[in-house]
T-cell receptor, first 111, second 113 residues
Framework: QKEVEQDPGPLSVPEGAIVSLNCTYS??????FMWYRQYSRKGPELLMY????GNKEDGRFTAQVDKSSKYISLFIRDSQPSDSATYLC???????????FGKGTRLSVIA | GAGVSQSPRYKVAKRGQDVALRCDPI?????LFWYQQALGQGPEFLTY????????KSGLPSDRFFAERPEGSVSTLKIQRTQQEDSAVYLC???????????FGSGTQLSVL
């Protein structure tokens, strides 16, 4: 079992839908949780950065961390075709320890 | 610079050739990471530098892989005697320090024929 599990999809939704993406993990020492967006042939771009449990909102994006369940989520409201990309969850224990990534979920938002 | 820059953007190598991949981190960033991303997978950690010191190389898959950052800025990832299984995108990322956000370059896509 990998440390971080993420359903690779693909996930296809109509424009305007609410998208829910999630990851589970096994290492209870993870403290820093991130979501990256990766367009085709580009590097990952940081979307959300959360420390420990709780919610964080930024525009149409909301990140949730539930450490008791070892479960993190990313919600995208009013999804747009430009949101079509692969979404990667990532996490690390502390300091400059390496990020551990999920496999990524490929999302398509259809106009 | 404005972002993390990697070169070349694409590299095709014959099996057995040596390759060198370059990373220019964001100016002033002390931490630099290399990741390998196979098709359809998330990035996998290779190695980490803080300034010129290589603090973690536990992710390097074999002794054919070597990384350096001699002056604490530009880094080079070298792969000797490339094999087909080395085909992947190699990503470089940098951050300003401990617990700082990590910024990625666009990667070098390596194809070994």
């Amino acid at each position: 079992q990998k440390e971080v599990e993420q359903d690779p999809g693909p996930l296809s939704v109509p424009e305007g839908a609410i998208v829910s993406l999630n990851c589970t993990y096994s290492n209870s020492a993870f403290q820093y949780f991130m979501w990256y967006r990766q367009y085709s042939r580009k590097g990952p771009e940081l979307l959300m950065y959360t420390y420990s449990s709780g919610n964080k909102e930024d525009g149409r994006f909301t990140a949730q961390v539930d450490k008791s369940s070892k479960y993190i989520s990313l919600f995208i409201r009013d999804s747009q075709p430009s949101d079509s990309a692969t979404y990667l969850c990532a996490m690390r224990t502390s300091g400059n320890t390496p990020l551990v990534f999920g496999k990524g979920t490929r999302l398509s938002v259809i106009a | 610079g404005a972002g993390v820059s990697q070169s070349p953007r694409y590299k095709v190598a014959k099996r057995g050739q040596d390759v060198a991949l370059r990373c220019d981190p964001i100016s002033g960033h002390v931490s630099l990471f290399w990741y390998q991303q196979a098709l359809g997978q998330g990035p996998e950690f290779l190695t980490y530098f803080q300034n010129e010191a290589q603090l973690d190389k536990s992710g390097l898959p074999s002794d054919r892989f070597f990384a350096e950052r001699p002056e604490g800025s530009v880094s080079t990832l070298k792969i000797q005697r490339t094999q087909q299984e080395d085909s992947a995108v190699y990503l470089c990322a940098s951050s300003g320090g401990t617990n700082e956000k990590l910024f990625f370059g666009s990667g070098t896509q390596l194809s070994v024929l």
